[in-house]
């Protein structure tokens, strides 16, 4: 008699232990050689696609030099990082691990940025990565994490995040909409699960559902200080449009509870809003606080190796903050900053000053969005060349 623990499996049970196999990495050949320099800098950034991921996560789990190794590079990343990028192209003049890591670092900031300048149609590569987060582009997956940044940050600004009594969302309608028809936000919150819950109902004048707009366009976009951000995109149906649009894992999430509807656009039928603005709200983070903004005008550009951008500060702000120089970063990867300067803020002599900062290798274009700059206040005496 056969002994029963030496049956054949079936073929159910062949598939279910094969792919408990694959998971555990079992059929993955042996890594040969460690991660080189310039994976492990992608990885620090957040651009290493998921399988290539793993493969650097087994590598370091498997070999303590490779640990150590990341580890080096990592904290130097991070020092990079708070250079300017003419400061980060001297460091890669040398002949050690810091110089590679600038190399690096510079050739994966230049990638970058030029993707994002050339990112067609930017909002709708936006939207899909907010309905399918794991398979966005990293380019995608940097603005959908810049825009959780500007907002997260603007909710903690009261001025911001209190909605007045009586605020009601924008709205837009296009040619052919009847122009009675009443747009009601019925929901805009965070769940407690991380999802952004809206529903927006449409109603006749007498109060009766709207129903024959059902297939109509809609859009829904938030205004962060000036600029359209769009949210999601569909059609009525049953004169109502609901969706849940999931926050990215990687970013502290909105507090959950309901979200000023004032911030809120709504476009209903064929009609393009003009996404961005004339002059964006960028708040000016002091030792985790924000207490005064300042504004960009239009996009920041690289040009012939600069960064350019029109920032205003109004006088009451350059007068309190005399004593501290306005420090400009970049988000140029999903999980990476880069500083691009410093300016003092005494030396403005007007409200408004283009700021331009050296970018070596960087190609020229226009960034999609101001969601891309963050700035910071600091005292003078903290800053070293």
């Not at 309905?131 to 825009?147: C, D, G, K, Y």
């Not at 970013?251 to 393009?272: C, N, W």
Request: charged share 20%; proline share 7%; net charge negative.
């Amino acid at each position: 008699m056969q002994n029963e623990t030496e049956r054949e499996l079936s073929p159910l049970g062949a598939r279910r232990l094969g792919n408990w196999l694959r998971k555990q990495g079992a059929f993955t050949p042996p890594l040969e050689e460690p991660p080189d320099t310039a994976t492990l800098v992608r990885t620090c950034a957040g651009l290493l696609p998921p399988q290539e991921a793993e493969i650097v996560v087994r590598a370091l789990t498997a070999s303590s030099a490779n640990r150590e190794r990341w580890l080096q590079i990592e904290q130097i990343l991070s020092e990079l990082r708070q250079l300017s990028l003419g400061e980060v192209q001297v460091v890669s003049t040398g002949d050690d691990l810091r110089a590679e890591v600038a190399r690096s670092w510079l050739h994966t900031i230049s990638a970058q940025t030029g993707s994002l300048a050339r990112l067609p149609r930017w909002w709708e590569r936006l939207q899909t990565a907010l309905r399918e987060e794991a398979q966005a582009t990293a380019e995608a997956f940097t603005l959908l994490n810049a825009v959780w940044h500007r907002w997260t940050t603007m909710m903690r600004i009261p001025t911001f995040a209190q909605a007045r009594s009586g605020d009601r969302a924008q709205v837009l309608l296009a040619e052919g909409i009847p122009q009675d028809v009443q747009v009601l936000v019925d929901r805009f919150s965070v769940t407690s699960e991380g999802t952004i819950s809206l529903r927006v109902m449409l109603r006749q004048p007498d109060g009766s559902p709207a129903e024959h707009l059902s297939g109509a366009p809609i859009a829904v976009a938030v205004n962060l200080g000036g600029e359209i951000i769009p949210l999601a995109a569909g059609e009525v149906f049953d004169s109502q449009y609901e969706t849940a649009l999931p926050l990215p894992s990687t970013l502290q999430t909105l507090p959950a509870g309901g979200l000023p509807q004032s911030h809120l656009v709504v476009v209903l039928g064929d009609v393009s809003p003009s996404f961005g603005g004339q002059r964006a709200h960028v708040p000016l983070e002091l030792e985790g606080e924000f207490p005064a903004w300042s504004e960009i005008e239009g996009l920041p550009e690289c040009v012939n190796g600069r960064v350019r951008m029109r920032v205003h500060l109004t006088d009451e702000v350059r007068q309190r903050y005399a004593d501290y120089r306005l420090a400009v970063e970049l988000y140029v990867a999903p999980a990476a900053w880069q500083r691009i300067g410093e300016w003092e803020i005494s030396q403005w002599q007007t409200e408004s000053m283009e700021l331009i900062a050296d970018a070596p290798g960087l190609p020229d274009g226009t960034l999609p969005s101001t969601v891309l700059v963050r700035m910071e206040l600091r005292r003078t005496d903290e800053w070293s060349t």
